[in-house]
């Protein structure tokens, strides 16, 4: 029935002052245990939000763009207009209650009583616990798969994770090492709004941005200390095409002639001749640094090449600037985690305690059952489920077991029918070698339009389908091969032939 606007903002004013009363009231009560403080946090949070939620509809009703709120005021300012509104007023009122005869009186408070009973749905995975202990088990996986990371076991990953500074500056700057950064920060910060939310993340991290600029433009944040000088004198090794992946010519080659020649103007090498030729001349600088290759090699524009020097040079230095950001903020995230990282090293350290305990009573078991049906000191372990060896050379906790998934296998007709035991080995199978191998040997990329596919039938359909699709069924050398004059200037193979029949060239 809040049909004015008066009437309206009377109505925020009220719902406010009822809110803030409400988390007062809350706030009062001492949860009994970890769940119902984190469940009062959310709660609480839920009602700020909507307190800021009515008090900006209520700062853009005092502003008054429309001068709705002045005519209405205006309207009550007495005179014959003022009657007529009254009685406008009183009989939009009277028609309401005709129509609705049966309505019933709602209490306004019972609404805002049951928001003190509310429970919310917060999501935490079985590893988590209630948001006692940290999941990054993904993370540890790009870690030890990575160049810039080392195979450590995943108690040791939580000692080092939150030092980035550790990792050579040199390996920093790869695309790899930017979307691990970026998937943490992503995690860390999720788990961080799941875990206290009534922490003001974003003003937390606005400080940390601001007292990042000062200290990266003096050359003072840890692990960049020395940013501007490392970008210049950096080679422009990191390409669009990252060549580590790749061991002949004929491998690049089926990266297609686009991609080619755009990694080659990115190092400002020559971008013309055939695919064959540019795979060539890519090839070379996988163990060749770019000043010691011939000169022949390179773009004979001097102008524009040093043109896009600069510009890979400053493309460069803001990546190294994004990535040295994101480090920041994880640290900051660390500090602020810095109990529940210890807790989470203690939870894995008892985990592996009893597993070892649990291990060492089998092994007891199976020596005492060794004795009395043979004198063999070499008997088969004790493994009557069937449980996968671990580093030890025992079988692993069926804890662990169950939660990769161990007993679901997977098949690859790809990898020559190969199995693969539980979803996280399989959905990493697609970047391992195996893989890899059996899609070079059927002639198609491996991206991730192939992911989750493992018919070898299944491949070669969508491959053609990709090929229709994109048109690049066949070379076109009339369009796709191209030529350089003396001047540097690039044109496809019929574009030349016609300037030379002009003698333009």
Not at 101 to 116: I, P, Q
Not at 169 to 187: D, N, P, T, V
Not at 321 to 340: G, M, N, R, S
Not at 485 to 505: A, C, F, H, M, V
Request: with cysteine; net charge negative.
């Amino acid at each position: 029935m809040s049909s004015t606007l008066l009437e309206q903002t009377r109505s925020s004013h009220e719902e406010v002052e009822r809110l803030e009363r409400l988390v007062v009231q809350d706030l009062q009560t001492e949860p009994p245990s970890s769940k119902d403080r984190l469940v009062q946090g959310h709660r609480v949070r839920h009602m700020i939000e909507s307190i800021m939620l009515t008090t900006n509809k209520l700062v853009e009703t005092y502003e008054d763009k429309d001068g709705a709120r002045e005519d209405e005021i205006a309207a009550l300012g007495g005179g014959q207009a003022a009657f007529s509104a009254f009685y406008d007023r009183l009989k939009e009122i009277r028609e309401y209650h005709k129509r609705h005869l049966s309505g019933r009186l709602v209490d306004a408070n019972e609404d805002y009583e049951a928001l003190l009973k509310e429970e919310p749905v917060i999501a935490f995975s079985g590893e988590e616990g209630v948001g006692r202990y940290l999941d990054l088990h993904d993370m540890y996986n790009q870690y030890i798969n990575s160049k810039f990371g080392e195979r450590v076991e995943y108690s040791a990953y939580l000692d080092v994770f939150s030092k980035p500074e550790k990792i050579p500056h040199k390996l920093k700057l790869s695309r790899q090492y930017r979307k691990y950064m970026e998937a943490l920060l992503e995690y860390l910060v999720d788990f961080f709004q799941r875990t206290e939310p009534l922490q003001d993340l974003d003003r937390i991290l606005s400080r940390v941005e601001t007292d990042f600029e000062e200290q990266y433009s003096n050359g003072k944040v840890e692990g960049w200390e020395n940013h501007s000088q490392e970008n210049e004198l950096m080679p422009s090794q990191h390409t669009v095409i990252d060549l580590d992946y790749y061991t002949t010519v004929e491998e690049l080659v089926d990266v297609g002639p686009e991609k080619l020649k755009e990694a080659l103007g990115a190092l400002g090498l020559k971008v013309g001749g055939t695919p064959q030729q540019r795979a060539e001349r890519l090839f070379l600088t996988k163990h060749t640094p770019l000043e010691k290759l011939d000169k022949k090699h390179f773009a004979k524009s001097l102008h524009n090449g040093k043109q896009n020097g600069d510009v890979k040079s400053t493309q460069q230095s803001e990546n190294a600037k994004k990535i040295a950001l994101t480090e920041v903020k994880v640290k900051k995230l660390c500090q602020l985690l810095d109990e529940t990282i210890e807790r989470t090293k203690q939870n894995i350290v008892k985990k592996q305690s009893l597993t070892y305990e649990e291990m060492e009573g089998e092994r007891e078991g199976e020596e005492a059952n060794a004795e009395s049906e043979s004198d063999d000191e070499d008997g088969d372990i004790y493994n009557p489920l069937k449980l996968p060896m671990g580093w030890d050379g025992k079988p692993i906790p069926y804890w662990l077991y169950k939660l990769h998934g161990l007993g679901q296998e997977f098949k690859c007709d790809i990898c020559g029918d190969y199995s693969y035991w539980g979803r996280r080995a399989f959905e990493r199978h697609f970047k391992e070698w195996r893989h890899q191998h059996g899609m070079r040997c059927l002639g198609i990329p491996n991206t991730k339009n192939f992911n989750e596919i493992t018919s070898i039938e299944e491949a070669k359909e969508l491959w053609k389908r990709i090929q229709e699709r994109q048109g690049v069924n066949k070379w076109r050398p009339e369009l796709e091969e191209e030529y350089e004059d003396r001047e540097g200037n690039i044109y496809n193979k019929k574009t030349y032939s016609d300037l030379q029949r002009q003698g333009l060239i």
